[in-house]
């Protein structure tokens, strides 16, 4: 089974700290993903990564930075975290595009405060 | 652009009653449809997709999706729900061109009663 792992389930952080979520997968899988939650809004890309030092933005990267040194890792960081900013992220992985039957598979998340 | 219209924010049915999720999406080329579980604390959990083929699609936990083009619907369906089913259901599509981009609905709060 593909397992893909946050490093924290529920984070809490002061306004203006520099805030770095953990994401990491075990199936050598190129995509990976960050997505935030929030009630009503369903799940909304922050930025996504389709290889070792690549990253693409997504739909809201405002605030936002990743990093990708290895390709099991895929790391989201909050330059100077704010309020707006608490929510749920989750992370994903996915192989490559290969055909249209290639599905995402997500971490647990992580519930981050900002205070 | 792709989008997903979840209109319900939460569907509420009794235990042994069919349920009905709704989804309806908008893409320029061909649609992926996917539909996703997340239960409580939980990250999502693939349920099942269309791709292309028969219009009724059958996936995890009894659940089925019914793929209408002319509606641009994909509307998840069980025969008889359960109290466990309870969870939020997201919807989502991929055009065939767009990666591995999914784009999400808003997500539906379903609440089985006993």
């Known amino acids: 089974d593909v397992k893909v792992t946050q490093s924290s389930r529920y984070l809490v952080k002061r306004t203006g700290e520099k805030v770095f979520l953990e994401c990491v997968q075990d199936m050598d899988h190129e995509n990976m993903f960050w997505y935030r939650q929030d009630p009503g809004l369903g799940l909304r890309l922050i930025y996504f990564s389709y290889d070792v030092k690549m990253k693409e933005k997504g739909d809201i990267p405002e605030g936002y930075s990743v990093s990708r040194e290895k390709k099991e890792r895929f790391s989201l960081i909050l330059e100077s975290a704010s309020t707006n900013q608490t929510s749920m992220y989750l992370c994903?992985?996915?192989?490559?595009?290969?055909?249209?039957?290639?599905?995402?598979?997500f971490g647990p998340g992580t519930r981050l405060l900002v205070l | 652009a792709q989008s997903v219209a979840q209109p319900e924010d939460q569907v509420n049915v009794a235990e042994g009653n069919p349920l009905t999720v709704k989804c309806t999406y908008s893409?320029?080329?061909?649609?992926?449809l996917f539909w996703y579980v997340q239960y409580p604390n939980r990250g999502l959990q693939f349920l099942l997709k269309?791709?292309?083929?028969?219009?009724l699609v059958k996936g995890s936990y009894g659940f089925e999706a019914e793929f209408n083009k002319s509606q641009t619907s994909f509307h998840l369906k069980k025969p008889s729900a359960l109290v466990s089913d309870s969870a939020l259901y997201f919807c989502?599509?991929?055009?065939?061109?767009?990666?591995?981009?999914?784009?999400f609905g808003g997500g539906t709060r379903l609440m089985v009663k006993p």
């Open positions: 994903a992985s996915s192989p490559p595009v290969t055909g249209p039957q290639e599905t995402q598979y």
């Open positions: 269309y791709i292309t083929g028969d219009n």
């Open positions: 893409v320029s080329g061909n649609p992926y």
């Open positions: 989502a599509v991929r055009e065939n061109n767009a990666g591995n981009m999914l784009t």
